[in-house]
């Protein structure tokens, strides 16, 4: 494509002049709300906020997440909409169960990515193709998925020694990978509770312990995906596909190809979440593992604002927040409401030198109402500590829900020749 058609495919100003996030002000948000968890770890004694093994275990429940939310992104640039990720990341957990327990865990990687891509040609067939609405597609998939993983778990695991119907016999775990000297160093100094310094400790100790092969594939595909969509031909052409399929239709683009391609590794990476899932997170497959993973991968993705580093961070934070309630569950919990609670004040001085005054008020009133729960209790109800994650992903898709943009065509019915 032309240098021209570079110009026509550039996203629109966002709305009030706001600027994209550059990695600069993605890593200062980053350290500013580290500074703040410390701060709060230190108030509330929850010293387990960034222990090694918090943030260890907040890594491998956001890796699921994050390939899904990658699968609905890749996708979504190029115009369908993925609600079938959940579908194609349980396709994922029984072919990579399936071929890990008998060949190996990597072989049941491999096997994950081809059920999920099966699970996204479906997708794309059924709306590029035929041109079906994309939620009920979506919808469609997720629903065979759910049903042809019971029909074959019936005669597959049911028969295998160690194997039910509703599970899969033990897969060979993949190789852990921790670095000898430097894990422990970072252990002891986290340990040690002292402002900031332990915390940055413990988060890079959680980086550097039993860290998992398939973990650092797995966050090695979101740069990678960033430079193939951001930074080549290719990724240029699938995003104006997106954006304006007519004007890349009449600039010699095959719509429907890069359509299919899209959606077909989108379904490959949910299947590899799936995948992670059976063989990393658990070692087995059980029915309904998933646990709504796939959509929740698709809100990281949208409060990402369909780019790969905001996406990633949106993953982080429910998989810090799922860590939570398995390390220390009510303790933890309750040092949230610590921080939830100064967020707001933040919000409100934000708001005030907005001009926004009644929305000052609410966020004050919501702060005031957390400092005194915390203050008035020592733990929050077990109900509560488990819907903290769930909470917490409505919480964050509602304040950013102000600075989004989805590609202009996403979702929208495209026939080619139709701008003849």
């Known amino acids: 494509m032309s240098a021209s058609t570079v110009s026509t495919t550039k996203a629109a100003p966002t709305p009030g002049g706001r600027r994209k996030l550059t990695l600069p002000w993605i890593l200062l948000i980053v350290a500013g709300g580290l500074a703040l968890v ?8 929850a010293h387990d906020l960034t222990s090694v093994g918090q943030v260890s275990g907040a890594l491998q429940l956001a890796v699921p997440i994050g390939l899904a939310g990658l699968g609905g992104l890749w996708a979504e640039r190029a115009g369908v909409v993925n609600i079938g990720l959940e579908g194609m990341m349980i396709l ?7 071929a890990g327990y008998q060949w190996g865990p990597w072989t049941g990687v491999l096997m994950g990515i081809v059920g999920g891509a099966i699970g996204g040609l479906v997708h794309a067939i059924i709306t590029v193709t035929f041109n079906v609405n994309h939620i009920v597609s979506g919808v469609a998939v997720t629903i065979l998925a759910v049903g042809f993983t019971q029909y074959l778990s019936n005669f597959t695991f049911d028969k295998a020694e160690g194997g039910s119907s509703k599970q899969s016999p033990r897969i060979e775990p993949i190789t852990d990978i921790t670095i000898p000297g430097l894990s422990d160093w970072l252990a002891s100094l986290q340990g040690k509770h002292w402002f900031l310094v332990s915390d940055i400790a413990g988060v890079l100790g959680g980086l550097v312990t039993s860290l998992s092969l398939l973990t650092v594939v797995a966050v090695l595909l979101i740069p990678a995906t960033w430079w193939v969509l951001w930074r080549t031909a290719f990724g240029l052409r699938l995003r104006s596909c997106g954006e304006n399929p ?3 239709e009449s600039l010699g683009v095959n719509v429907y190809k890069y359509k299919y391609i899209a959606v077909i590794v989108s379904g490959g990476l949910a299947g590899l979440g799936g995948a992670f899932l059976a063989i990393v997170s658990t070692g087995i497959y059980q029915e309904g593992q998933t ?3 796939g959509y929740i991968g698709l809100a990281a993705m949208i409060f990402g604002n369909w780019m790969p580093g905001g996406m990633a961070l949106g993953a982080g934070l429910f998989g810090f927040t799922d860590s939570l309630k398995l390390r220390g569950g009510s ?13 707001l004040v933040l919000a409100v001085a934000w708001q ?15 702060a005031l109402g957390l400092f005194v729960w915390y203050a008035a209790t020592d733990q929050v109800p077990s109900q509560f500590v488990d819907a903290a994650p769930y909470v917490t992903t409505l919480l964050v898709l509602a304040l950013s829900a102000q600075r989004l943009r989805m590609p202009k065509a996403d979702g929208l019915p495209y026939r080619k020749g139709q701008g003849k």
């Not at 410390?38 to 509330?44: A, E, F, G």
């Not at 303790?331 to 967020?343: D, P, Y």
């Not at 005030?352 to 919501?366: M, P, T």
Request: glycine share 12%; aromatic share 10%.
């Open 38 to 45: 410390s701060l709060v770890r230190v108030i509330s004694g």
């Open 331 to 343: 303790e933890n919990v309750h040092a949230m409401l610590l921080l939830i609670a100064i967020l």
């Open 352 to 366: 005030l030198y907005k001009k926004k005054y009644v929305q000052a008020a609410v966020a004050g009133v919501c």
């Open 246 to 248: 007519i004007a890349a």
């Open 291 to 293: 646990g709504g993973r």
């Open 92 to 98: 994922g957990t029984w072919f990579g169960a399936w």
